[in-house]
């Protein structure tokens, strides 16, 4: 999404310490994780569900790949068991599918002793939209509606706007007012038909209205197997359109350019509907340091949202229900966030809720999107800046959890790289507070190089995932071993912070039960973006 930066307000100071600092107040018992059997909670070893679990040794053997994904099969089994008239087969928010989500995860909560909240919020609810070609050729086209875009019904001819279908297939159509010299929208119902590229989607939509179009379907560019498939993207939070703008495939788009096509576009009017956020809380001995770890637990309205993003809310699920019985240091929060594919609608309504003083007790947020991804590379949000410059102000302490992760995938001796620390995901609200933030992500839609391949193994020249927000995101839509590393990591992470933030923001606590060893100063990225923001896929407000 693209917001604007708001500065931190924290009123508590922070202080980051260095990696080698980190190194020193990390303890950690030597272990690797099981890797069957799950643990308790309802499947499995009883001992892990019975016991403490306040060591490293414990917790990285009680969080299992395998207990990870017995909740990410019933997520799956929630969206196949979804008759929503609207969107069967999601989890997306404001349908029964993602009721049963709450429900499930909630439920699994307060079994294991958590003070569970459901925390509402109101969002605008999309209907399915229509993208239906009349003439040449009849077909009904996968499409729709652009965040907030205006409704309408329209029937008319179909414009094209400077497209280019051929070759390189670069394209600036609709960029500029030249764009539309020669056209005649002068009729009561004309389509404008523009590709994607090189300027923001409110841009090319404002223009074409401007021009006198009454609908406008944006399709993809085609340039790469990137941005083949369906784009459906947002027009911001004041786009300052009348008319609806609707997505297409680029194939379909091609079609649609067909001399003398005739189309069919509908978007109805958005209905107010209340979700919830899900937010589980263990309250420590230190009531006012609170550390917290979030995953959105939506799905686009396309399918199930397994790996998008099944994979956070189930490895941050697992590591809660792992770590219910212990006495922590610091209160621990949970959060599984809802309408986070719809704008990060519900974390940003979350935080806007929080007076001052509530956001101060947060030392840290942590947060998790897309951690299974099925032809992966292991990244880390960029705190520090050494990749990418970041297009937020980065909170104090945010490079103490980027240090964390970092020489946790070196202890591990796996290979890692950065993700710009872009806001794209929920962490974008407590960002903006000033809270100190971090996480992990295993790719969405760029697609691999050689050198990644290399690397981390997998398919170059195929997207990090090939089903992200498409139907096919479904249980085989994962790789284990990266749900099963970075399950470990989440878990690892928690447990840090539960007994010490001091590494972010001073706070002392104590060190963590164990034998102590000390965790090596991170590796380093390994670099392999020349460009782009690492592999993070935005919700396409961009070119």
């Known amino acids: 999404m693209s917001h604007d930066d708001v500065a931190p307000t924290r009123r508590r100071s922070i202080r980051a310490l260095s990696a080698a600092a980190i190194a020193t107040v990390l303890t950690v018992a030597p272990a690797t994780a099981a890797s069957a059997g799950g643990h308790g909670h309802g499947h499995g070893y009883d001992k892990c569900a019975k016991q403490v679990n306040d060591t490293y040794a414990e917790v990285l053997k009680c969080v299992t790949v395998d207990g990870v994904l017995k909740h990410l099969k019933e997520f799956q089994r929630i969206a196949d068991r979804s008759t929503d008239p609207y969107y069967p087969g999601s989890r997306a928010a404001g ?13 699994l909560l307060r079994k294991a002793g958590y003070r569970v909240t459901l925390d509402p919020f109101e969002f605008q609810f999309a209907f399915p939209a229509v993208l239906d070609q009349i003439t040449p050729a009849a077909a009904s086209y996968e499409t729709g509606a652009f965040t907030n875009s205006p409704a309408g019904d329209v029937t008319g001819k179909v414009i094209p706007v400077d497209i280019n279908l051929t070759g390189d297939r670069a394209s600036s159509s609709a960029c500029e007012a030249a764009d539309f010299t020669g056209l005649d929208f002068s009729g009561p119902a004309d389509i404008a038909l523009i590709q994607r590229g090189t300027c923001n989607f409110i841009v090319k939509a404002q223009a074409a209205e401007a021009a006198g179009a009454e609908a406008v379907v944006l399709f993809n560019q085609g340039n790469d197997p990137t941005r083949e498939a369906l784009i459906v993207g947002t027009l911001g939070d004041d786009p300052g359109v009348t008319i609806p703008v609707v997505g297409a495939s680029f194939a379909d788009g091609a079609a649609l350019a067909a001399a003398g096509s005739t189309a069919h576009v509908r978007v109805l009017p958005t209905e107010t509907r209340t979700d919830v956020n899900v937010i589980a809380e263990l309250p420590g001995r230190n009531r006012n340091n609170v550390v917290m770890a979030g995953s959105h637990l939506d799905s686009v309205t396309a399918g199930p949202g397994i790996n998008d993003n099944g994979s956070g809310s189930a490895a941050i699920l697992e590591t809660a229900l792992t770590l219910a019985r212990t006495k922590p240091q610091n209160t621990l929060r949970f959060a599984w966030w809802g309408a986070e594919e719809d704008g990060l609608l519900g974390s940003a309504a979350y935080v806007a809720e929080l007076s001052q003083a509530e956001k101060d007790r947060i030392a840290l947020y942590l947060n998790y999107d897309m951690v299974g991804s099925p032809n992966y590379i292991f990244q880390v949000y960029d705190a520090d800046q050494s990749s990418f410059p970041a297009p937020v102000v980065v909170p104090e302490g945010s490079t103490a959890l980027e240090d964390l992760f970092e020489s946790y995938y070196t202890w591990k001796k796996l290979p890692y790289d ?31 190089t050689e050198q990644q391949a290399t690397i981390w193994g997998g398919t170059a020249g195929a997207s990090f995932d090939p089903n992200y927000h498409e139907a096919g995101d479904t249980i085989t839509n994962l790789d284990r071993k990266a749900l099963e590393v970075n399950s470990d990591l989440i878990a690892f992470a928690q447990l840090t912070f539960a007994y010490s933030t001091e590494a972010v923001n001073g706070v002392k606590g104590k060190p963590v039960p164990g034998k102590p060893i000390r965790l090596p100063a991170p590796a380093g990225p390994q670099g392999t973006f020349n460009t782009g923001d690492g592999g993070h896929a935005p919700h396409h407000p961009e070119a």
């Open 95 to 107: 349908t029964k599918g993602y009721a049963d989500s709450v429900r499930y995860v909630s439920g």
């Open 418 to 448: 950065d993700a710009e620390f872009s806001g794209r995901s929920d962490y974008q609200a407590f960002i903006e507070a000033g809270i100190p933030s971090g996480g992990l992500f295993t790719g969405a839609e760029v697609v691999k």
